[in-house]
Antibody, heavy 117, light 112 residues
Framework: EVQLVESGGGLVQPGGSLRLSCAASEDTFRNFWMHWVRQVPGKGLVWVSRIDKDGSGASYEGSVKGRFTISRDNAKNTLHLLMNSLRAEDTAVYYC??????????WGQGTLVTVSS | DIVMTQSPLSLPVTPGEPASISCRSSQSLLYSNGHNYLDWYVQKPGQSPQLLIY???NRASGVPDRFSGSGSGTDFTLRITRVEAEDVGVYYC?????????FGQGTKVEIK
């Protein structure tokens, strides 16, 4: 089964930027739609973004549209999330998730993003 | 956006007894291909979420057959025939019929 490992989380000031990465353990990565889902500690799950298998199509949740950009490099089995103009309400654990289309089959362990001055 | 509403939000259960969680959507999740784009996930304590049921009624690989999903349109149910101690966690429904994909608030299942 594919393993997904996120990196790039940390503390950033409001208005700042951060780039999350997700490394997949197998070449099957290229067969998956990839998603980012976030969770404020102790709260529920929120879908953030997804990208299709070849990177030609992407979708975003409304509050991140225009600020976040999802991308992938199938040659390196890697997914990215570039987050700009970060706000306090973006503070959360960000999960990298892969699957068949919209189904969230394979989850990473998550990386914590904290937006605070 | 499609709003997903789960009930109950807290579910104390007795091991060996059945349990069920309801999930309702603000719009129909039935797509023209005949599939209902409704999935169920569980997040066990200290773990990442995991897929339980996809397209309303299909168990994911490795999921015990005591879990089942049913429903169509706007009303869906997750059932556990006999709850086991390892089933504690927060259960979420999620719709994928429209973007953005949206989750329910979560139902916390705990042992009495």
């Amino acid at each position: 089964e594919v393993q997904l490992v996120e990196s790039g989380g940390g503390l950033v000031q409001p208005g700042g930027s951060l780039r999350l990465s997700c490394a997949a353990s197998e070449d099957t990565f290229r067969n998956f739609w990839m998603h980012w889902v976030r969770q404020v500690p102790g709260k529920g799950l929120v879908w953030v973004s997804r990208i299709d298998k070849d990177g030609s199509g992407a979708s975003y949740e409304g509050s991140v549209k225009g600020r976040f950009t999802i991308s992938r490099d199938n040659a390196k089995n890697t997914l990215h999330l570039l987050m700009n103009s970060l706000r306090a309400e973006d503070t959360a654990v960000y999960y990298c998730v892969g699957g068949s289309g919209t189904i969230l089959e394979h989850w990473g362990q998550g990386t914590l993003v904290t937006v605070s001055s | 956006d499609i709003v997903m509403t789960q009930s109950p939000l807290s579910l104390p259960v007795t091991p060996g007894e059945p349990a069920s969680i309801s999930c309702r959507s603000s719009q129909s999740l039935l797509y023209s291909n005949g599939h209902n784009y409704l999935d169920w996930y569980v997040q066990k304590p200290g773990q990442s979420p995991q897929l339980l049921i996809y397209l309303a009624s299909n168990r994911a690989s490795g999921v015990p057959d005591r879990f089942s999903g049913s429903g169509s349109g706007t009303d869906f149910t997750l059932r556990i025939t006999r709850v086991e101690a390892e089933d504690v966690g927060v259960y979420y429904c999620m719709q994928a019929q429209q973007t953005p994909q949206t989750f329910g608030q979560g139902t916390k299942v705990e042992i009495k």
